[in-house]
């Protein structure tokens, strides 16, 4: 098409109708990572009081476990590896950049900006209109996206662990990672 229309307002037009249906499956697709990013989090909560109940019933099998049997953020974030041994995990925001809801909200943004950018010049705005609002665009996407991703562990942040991790013991060791920091899924 491009090449047809020689990148002029014929292709502006096919990208305004067709990339709304693109930014359409990007939401999507995110909320729908959330949603499981979510479910997985609860299981994971789940079987942290598993073993613990294991522990409590046969202590002899603490050796066997690399994992926690706690339900508290510390507890999970040593359950989901978060960090990796000796503490050369990824920090917080580390772990956020890199997650797959947050390169789809980029990946979405970026959309979002590229629809605004092209309907603005489409209309005729200068160029520094234009490069205002596809920045714009970008930034309230992506915080959109972002307050769904963090909106959505808000009930789990809320909950009382039954089992949390007793402050004294230590998290770093043989089969535990080091946790020096919060955790960072959802922000």
Same mark, same amino acid.
């Given at each position: ?37 979510? +479910?997985?989090?609860?299981?994971? =909560? ?6 613990? #109940?294991? &522990?409590?019933?046969?202590? @002899? $099998? ?60 489409? +209309?005729?705005?200068?160029?520094? =209109? ?6 714009? #665009?970008? &930034?309230?996407?992506?915080? @959109? $996206? ?42």
């Amino acid at each position: 098409m491009a090449n047809a229309a020689s990148f002029g307002p014929r292709t502006a037009t096919l990208a305004l109708v067709l990339l709304p249906v693109v930014l359409f499956l990007g939401i999507a697709t995110h909320i729908r990572v959330v949603e499981i990013n979510q +479910a997985e989090t609860e299981l994971m =909560l789940a079987m942290n009081r598993l073993r613990n #109940a294991y &522990l409590r019933i046969a202590p @002899a $099998l603490e050796p066997y476990f690399s994992t926690s049997p706690h339900d508290d953020e510390r507890g999970l974030a040593a359950s989901s590896m978060l960090a990796s041994f000796g503490g050369r995990g990824l920090r917080p925001w580390g772990h956020f950049l890199s997650n797959t809801p947050t390169v789809i909200a980029t990946v979405d943004a970026a959309l979002a900006a590229a629809i605004a950018v092209l309907a603005v010049r489409k +209309a005729g705005a200068a160029t520094a =209109l234009t490069v205002a609002v596809g920045a714009v #665009a970008f &930034l309230v996407m992506w915080t @959109a $996206l972002f307050l769904l991703q963090r909106q959505s562990l808000s009930p789990l942040r809320r909950s009382k662990p039954r089992f949390p991790t007793p402050p004294d013991e230590s998290l770093s060791g043989p089969g535990r990672p080091y946790l020096g920091w919060r955790i960072a899924w959802a922000t």
